[in-house]
Every structure is written in C-alpha cells, then in structure tokens.
T-cell receptor
Framework: TAGITQAPTSQILAAGRSMTLRCTQDMRHNAMYWYRQDLGLGLRLIHY???????GKGEVPDGYSVSRANTDDFPLTLASAVPSQTSVYFC?????????????FGPGTRLLVL | GQNIDQPTEMTATEGAIVQINCTYQTSGFNGLFWYQQHAGEAPTFLSYNVLDGLEEKGRFSSFLSRSKGYSYLLLKELQMKDSASYLC??????????WGAGTKLIIKP
C-alpha cells in the first residue's frame, strides 16, 4: 500500500499567494494531522482531525486552514503566504487517538515563501 | 508550558552502544514515543512506552521513568545506517503529541 502521499514534494511560493498542500492516506485511518518542522524546533502541530467531518486547532494554527470531507484526504491551505511559513510540512495519520496509537508520516512538502 | 529536552547532537562509533536521553515536562502523560528521521525523510516509529521500565526491540531499547519525567533510547551494535535524528514525543492529557527538537546522531567508522 502507498500509505500516506503528499503533494507537491516542494514548492517556491511568492508571499501573498495562496496554496493548498495535499495529503491522502489509503490506510482508512480515522485521525490525520498536519505538522511543520523547522530547524532546531520539534514538530509543531498545525491542525488535526480525529475523524472525517471534524477538525481542530493545534499549537500553531494561524494562517492555515484545513478540511476533512472524507476519510482519505486532509488538505492544508495557506490563504496568504508569508515568509515565516517557510518550512517542511508533514502530514500524518493514525488509526485512532488512544494511548498507543502510532502516527505514520507522509514524505513531506518543502515550502519556501519569498 | 510543556517541554521536551534532548541533546542536540551526539557522536558514536560503529559497533558501539549509544544512549540518547529525553526529559519531559508536560500537562499529563499518556505515553512516550521514539521516532527515527533520516535527513530529508519522514519520521518513522521506533518505540512506545507507557509503563516504567525497559522495552527491547532488537538492537533498540527504550526506557521510561514516569516519576522522573525521563526516557532514554539505547542503540546497540551501531551501524552506519543508524546515522539519523531521533525524536522523542510525549502524548499529553489532550492526547496530542508534544515533540522534542530531536537528537542528531553521527556514526563514525
């Protein structure tokens, strides 16, 4: 199985432009997550979805929005990009949200905002 | 606030043993995870601890002391392919994962 796929692999974006990062999983996992990873910092949660039709805000949600119309897809939208959103973005999923549930990560999207 | 502390970088020799420490202060505790991340790649799951003690999985072992807010990852018989960053993460009372910045492990021949 493919697991989790993300698109695009990398992108250069002009400040002020909008962009949607795509994430699709084929594991029928209920929960999905978006993280950003910056040098010297731990992964930071942007938004999450515990099940299709629901979403929640993470630690750093400002400037980002998500939707979860179905189980498989969890797109992340930057409405008006700013240079501080330059980062590596990882989508992850887990079967559920209990104690032992392991999160599985996609390959990431490297975004440069100029 | 919530905090996960790990050394930034460690160096070890091929064939040796290395211990990577992680200390945490979080609002609640619902388990601790270790992930491996090779440069330019996604994190991949290594281990999970929720009870005190040692969990062994091949060359890798992970230890937890909840009373001390402390865990370590022990890597034995180091191989060059073990050169990677090792991420410690704690699931807090809201069941969200709080991540450390990671420890970059450099293996020398």
């Amino acid at each position: 199985t493919a697991g989790i796929t993300q698109a695009p692999t990398s992108q250069i974006l002009a400040a002020g432009r909008s962009m949607t990062l795509r994430c699709t999983q084929d594991m029928r996992h209920n929960a999905m997550y978006w993280y950003r990873q910056d040098l010297g910092l731990g992964l930071r949660l942007i938004h999450y979805s515990n099940t299709a039709g629901t979403t929640g805000k993470g630690e750093v949600p400002d400037g980002y929005s998500v939707s979860r119309a179905n189980t498989d897809d969890f797109p992340l939208t930057l409405a008006s990009a700013v240079p501080s959103q330059t980062s590596v973005y990882f989508c992850a999923s887990s079967r559920g949200t209990g104690d032992q549930e392991t999160q599985y990560f996609g390959p990431g999207t490297r975004l440069l905002v100029l | 606030g919530q905090n996960i502390d790990q050394p930034t970088e460690m160096t070890a020799t091929e064939g040796a043993i290395v211990q990577i420490n992680c200390t945490y202060q979080t609002s609640g505790f619902n388990g601790l995870f270790w992930y491996q991340q090779h440069a330019g790649e996604a994190p991949t799951f290594l281990s999970y601890n929720v009870l005190d003690g040692l969990e062994e999985k091949g060359r890798f072992s992970s230890f937890l002391s909840r009373s001390k807010g402390y865990s370590y990852l022990l890597l034995k018989e180091l191989q060059m392919k073990d050169s990677a960053s090792y991420l410690c993460a704690v699931r807090d009372r809201n069941y969200q994962l709080i991540w450390g910045a990671g420890t970059k492990l450099i293996i020398k021949p």
